[in-house]
């Protein structure tokens, strides 16, 4: 009988205007040139302090003849009230920059074939340019990369190209040649190119299609470019790829990118009549399109251009 359920009652606090005009009149030590700086009649000033001041039921400045000074809880007010107004300055720019793609996490797959070079270069891009961008970045298998950006676990994937289903697009990134693998021990390992015609007979340690159909493909267009059709490794899968490769027992066409990166028995070997390059593009999906994803592509353009990744005319977008 006769408490408060409800508890205390909630005091309502001043809004950013209020703020900016108490501040701006400790600033400059009155209404008159407060009212001048802010653009608004000197009454409006006045009334909006002692809004606040009943508000809070506070006196926040001394007024005198001479000068408008901050009491005690004025100069609470104000500190506390420049806080808020640079909390709000940052809100709206950081709000801001990430509509427009240079503030948050950007989360980006990328497969084997771009790991030793090219991402690195982006990535290394991406912070130069856009330092308030949170990059994650995993390897991923490329048949895996329209699930991942469908259900949003990326905004974007680096990876060979492949058909496109719909609510994907896709720009060009990069060609990159390709090298033969063989080992250290193969009968062509001591020549300083090769024929691709020569490795018809041998066992191709190549993935699946599903684990990586743009490579798949390229690989087999370019046997059938030079005149056969590829045999596969049933078991090539993994690190065992390299191991089977070293042991003489297969052979692999791999991008010259990863050429620094191949295991100890590997040798990778020109071909005398190069093959088509291996296309790689960014991908994204349409709907919807993280801020971030046009960023990137600004800057991938730029990454390309500098290091010559794509011949002249190449830089179109594709979709589904």
């Known amino acids: 009988m006769g408490s408060n359920p409800t508890g205390p009652a909630t005091v309502a606090g001043p809004d950013l205007r209020q703020m900016r005009y108490i501040v701006k009149v400790a ?9 001048a700086e802010l653009h608004v009649a000197q009454q409006a000033v006045s ?4 809004a606040t001041e009943r508000m809070l039921g506070v006196t926040l400045f001394r007024r005198t003849p001479r000068a408008v000074t901050p009491t005690p809880a004025g100069e609470v007010f104000l500190r506390e009230a420049k806080r808020v107004l640079t909390a709000s300055e940052r809100l709206s720019e950081r709000t801001q920059a990430a509509a427009r793609g240079e503030v948050g996490p950007l989360r980006i797959a990328y497969t084997m074939t771009c790991a030793y070079d090219t991402f690195p270069e982006l990535h290394a891009a991406l912070e130069e340019a856009l330092p308030g961008l949170a990059v994650q970045a995993r390897e991923v298998f490329a048949g895996d990369v329209p699930s991942l950006l469908f259900n949003g676990t990326f905004e974007l994937a680096l990876a060979p190209r492949f058909p496109l289903p719909d609510g994907l697009a896709s720009q060009p990134l990069r060609e990159e040649p390709l090298l033969a693998a063989v080992g250290e021990d193969h009968r062509l390992a001591d020549q300083s190119s090769i024929d691709l015609r020569d ?18 493909d390229a ?4 046997c059938r470019a030079a ?10 899968a993994g690190s065992i790829v390299w191991a089977n490769i070293a042991q ?4 692999a066409l791999i991008v010259k990118s990863l050429e620094s990166q ?3 028995g590997v040798r990778m070997l020109p071909l005398r009549r190069p093959t088509a390059p291996l296309p790689i593009d960014v991908v994204w999906a349409t709907d919807p399109v993280a801020p971030a994803v046009g960023r990137f592509g600004e800057l991938a353009r730029e990454v390309a251009d500098r290091h010559r990744w794509l011949p002249t ?8």
């Open 262 to 264: 191949v295991p100890h």
């Open 199 to 216: 490795l018809q007979h041998e066992f191709f340690e190549l993935w699946p299609r599903d684990m990586g159909p743009g490579f798949y």
């Open 47 to 50: 009334q909006q302090v002692r």
């Open 219 to 222: 690989v087999v267009a370019a």
């Open 248 to 251: 003489a027992r297969g052979v």
């Open 313 to 320: 005319g190449a830089e179109h977008a594709r979709s589904a």
């Open 27 to 35: 600033e400059l030590g009155g209404f008159t040139a407060a009212a």
């Open 227 to 236: 005149g056969f059709e590829p045999r596969r490794d049933p078991s090539a």
